[in-house]
C-alpha cells in the first residue's frame, strides 16, 4: 500500500528564506544601493583633497601677496582710468595737430605713459622701496603740462579765457584722480593669481559640499531600505514562521544590525 509521504523541511535559517525569498528585491536594492555609495565616497574623498590643495595653494599665494586685501575685481577700474586720460588728452592735442588719427595716437601714447608710471610707483611701493621725489615732480609736471595744453588746444578752437580754464582745471582733476587711482588700485588689490586661486578654492569647496552631499542622501536611502527590511523581516517571522514576538524582534534587529555592519 503506497504511503503519503509527509512534506520536506524547508532547510536553511529563516534569514536566509527571507532575503532569498520576499526580502531579495530589497537585499538587491541595497546592494545597488551600496555601489553607488562606494562611488559617491570616491568622489567626496577626491573632492576633499582638492579642496585641501586648493586651500593650500591660496594661503601660499596670499602668504607671498605683497599688496592689500582689496578684492581683484576692482582692477577693472584701471581700463577705465586709462580711458579716461586718453579722453582728457586728446582734448589737448586735437585741435594742436591737423590729423585726427595722429591725434588719437598720441591721447593714447600719453594715457598708456600716465598709466605706466602709476604701475612702476606702485611696484616700488609693493617692493616697500621708496618712491624718489623726483619721480613724484615729474608726475606732477605730466599732469600740469596735459593741462596747460588741453587750455591751449581750447583757447584755439574759440573758447573764451574763463571757460578754458575751467575745463582745463577740470581735466588736470580728473588726469590726477586717474593717475593716482592706478596706483592705489594697484597696491591695495590681489593680484590676478591670488584672485584665480581663491576663486578655484570656492569651486572647489562646491564640488566638495556636493559630493559629501550626495553621499550622505545615498547613506540616508540605505538606512531607510534596512529599517524596511526589518520591519518586513519581522512580519515574515511573525506570519509565516510563526516566531513569538519576544524572538523576532531580536533576530530583525540581528540582520538589520548584520547588514549594516556589512555596509561598513
Given at each position: 500500500?503506497?504511503?503519503i509521504?509527509?512534506?520536506q523541511?524547508?532547510?536553511g535559517n529563516?534569514?536566509?528564506?527571507?532575503?532569498?525569498?520576499p526580502?531579495?528585491?530589497?537585499s538587491r536594492h541595497?546592494s545597488?544601493?551600496?555601489?553607488?555609495?562606494?562611488?559617491a565616497?570616491?568622489?567626496?574623498?577626491?573632492s576633499?583633497?582638492a579642496l585641501?590643495r586648493a586651500?593650500r595653494?591660496?594661503?601660499?599665494r596670499?602668504?607671498s601677496?605683497?599688496?592689500?586685501?582689496r578684492?581683484?575685481l576692482?582692477r577693472?577700474l584701471?581700463?577705465?582710468?586709462?580711458v579716461?586720460?586718453?579722453?582728457?588728452?586728446?582734448?589737448?592735442v586735437a585741435?594742436l595737430?591737423d590729423?585726427?588719427?595722429?591725434?588719437?595716437?598720441?591721447?593714447a601714447l600719453?594715457?598708456?605713459?600716465?598709466?605706466?608710471?602709476?604701475?612702476?610707483?606702485?611696484?616700488?611701493r609693493l617692493?616697500?622701496?621708496p618712491?624718489?621725489?623726483?619721480?613724484r615732480i615729474?608726475e606732477?609736471?605730466?599732469?600740469?603740462?596735459l593741462?596747460?595744453?588741453?587750455?591751449a588746444s581750447?583757447?584755439?578752437?574759440?573758447?573764451?579765457?574763463?571757460t578754458a580754464?575751467?575745463?582745463a582745471g577740470?581735466?588736470?582733476?580728473?588726469?590726477?584722480?586717474a593717475?593716482a587711482?592706478i596706483?592705489?588700485?594697484?597696491?591695495?588689490?590681489?593680484?590676478?593669481?591670488v584672485f584665480?586661486s581663491?576663486?578655484?578654492?570656492s569651486c572647489?569647496?562646491?564640488?566638495?559640499?556636493r559630493a559629501?552631499?550626495?553621499?550622505q542622501?545615498?547613506?540616508?536611502?540605505?538606512?531607510?531600505v534596512l529599517?524596511?527590511?526589518?520591519?518586513?523581516?519581522?512580519?515574515?517571522?511573525l506570519?509565516?514562521?510563526d516566531?513569538?514576538?519576544?524572538e523576532a524582534?531580536?533576530r530583525?534587529?540581528a540582520?538589520?544590525?548584520?547588514m549594516t555592519?556589512?555596509?561598513g
Open positions: 500500500m503506497n504511503q509521504s509527509p512534506p523541511p524547508v532547510h529563516p534569514e536566509g528564506r527571507y532575503l532569498s525569498g526580502g531579495k528585491s530589497l541595497i545597488d544601493l551600496r555601489q553607488h555609495q562606494s562611488a565616497g570616491v568622489k567626496d574623498s577626491e576633499r583633497h585641501d586651500e595653494v591660496s594661503a601660499e596670499k602668504l601677496h605683497r599688496g592689500g586685501d578684492p581683484w576692482l577693472c584701471i581700463p577705465l582710468a586709462v579716461a586720460e586718453g579722453i582728457t588728452a586728446y582734448v589737448g585741435a595737430v590729423s585726427q588719427g595722429l591725434a588719437t595716437g598720441l591721447s600719453t594715457a598708456f605713459v600716465g598709466a605706466g608710471t602709476a604701475c612702476i610707483l606702485a611696484n616700488r617692493n616697500q622701496l618712491v624718489p621725489a623726483g619721480a615729474l606732477g609736471v605730466f599732469v600740469l603740462v593741462s596747460a595744453l588741453r587750455y581750447l583757447r584755439i578752437v574759440g573758447v573764451g579765457l574763463l580754464g575751467g575745463a577740470l581735466a588736470l582733476l580728473i588726469s590726477g584722480l593717475l587711482g596706483e592705489e588700485v594697484v597696491v591695495e588689490t590681489h593680484t590676478l593669481a584665480a581663491a576663486l578655484r578654492v572647489a569647496r562646491w564640488r566638495q559640499a559629501a552631499a550626495r553621499y542622501r545615498i547613506a540616508a536611502r540605505i538606512a531607510a529599517a524596511k527590511v526589518e520591519h518586513d523581516f519581522l512580519n515574515f517571522l506570519r509565516t514562521q516566531f513569538p514576538l519576544s524582534t531580536p530583525a534587529a540582520l538589520k544590525a548584520a555592519k556589512d555596509e
